[in-house]
């Protein structure tokens, strides 16, 4: 692997890890706003609700994958523009196809984990979210709420 390469994944590793756990929080936040009024009020565990959005995180992940990489994609090469990087790399002869060929090769690996995370993963983590949210839902309330009074 040469220096290039190295420094060019290096740039964009860290958007890529920041984007992917930006846009899983935010597509678990949906999933929490949606469902929140069937877990309010059931005297829940912790563990029970970190159990829950693990498991629907993890059916997050192919979702989220693809828009982590495009975002981090424009990032890195927005960055390397605005340094002027690109300019100096295009300037020494090297073609942007080199330039692009370690993103090319780290998003063919991530479609590759993607497609057996989907299929081996997500459709375990889907039955058991939707069995305790299920579970959740049918619990009985654990708040008293008498008769006559105003809360």
């Given at each position: 692997?040469?220096?290039?390469?190295?420094?060019?994944?290096?740039?964009?590793?860290?958007?890529f890890c920041m984007t992917f756990l930006v846009v899983v929080f935010?597509?678990?936040?949906?999933?929490?706003?949606?469902?929140?009024?069937?877990?309010?009020?059931?005297?829940?565990?912790?563990?029970?609700?970190?159990?829950?959005?693990?498991?629907?995180?993890?059916?997050?992940?192919?979702?989220?994958?693809?828009?982590?990489?495009?975002?981090?994609?424009?990032?890195?090469?927005?960055?390397?523009?605005?340094?002027?990087?690109?300019?100096?790399?295009?300037?020494?002869?090297?073609?942007?196809?080199?330039?692009?060929?370690?993103?090319?090769?780290?998003?063919?690996?991530?479609?590759?984990?993607?497609?057996?995370?989907?299929?081996?993963?997500?459709?375990?983590?889907?039955?058991?979210?939707?069995?305790?949210?299920?579970?959740?839902?049918?619990?009985?309330?654990?708040?008293?709420?008498?008769?006559?009074?105003?809360?």
């Amino acid at each position: 692997m040469k220096k290039l390469d190295k420094y060019v994944l290096k740039t964009y590793i860290g958007p890529f890890c920041m984007t992917f756990l930006v846009v899983v929080f935010i597509f678990l936040m949906q999933f929490v706003w949606k469902y929140v009024d069937d877990m309010v009020g059931k005297g829940l565990e912790w563990s029970v609700l970190f159990k829950l959005l693990l498991y629907t995180s993890c059916t997050f992940i192919p979702m989220a994958l693809p828009l982590a990489l495009l975002l981090s994609g424009l990032m890195t090469f927005g960055n390397l523009g605005e340094r002027y990087e690109l300019v100096a790399m295009k300037s020494a002869g090297v073609p942007l196809y080199r330039i692009m060929r370690p993103l090319i090769y780290f998003a063919m690996f991530c479609a590759i984990c993607n497609f057996f995370l989907s299929n081996n993963i997500v459709p375990y983590a889907t039955f058991k979210s939707t069995m305790l949210l299920r579970n959740i839902r049918s619990q009985k309330p654990a708040l008293n709420i008498d008769e006559k009074v105003f809360y």
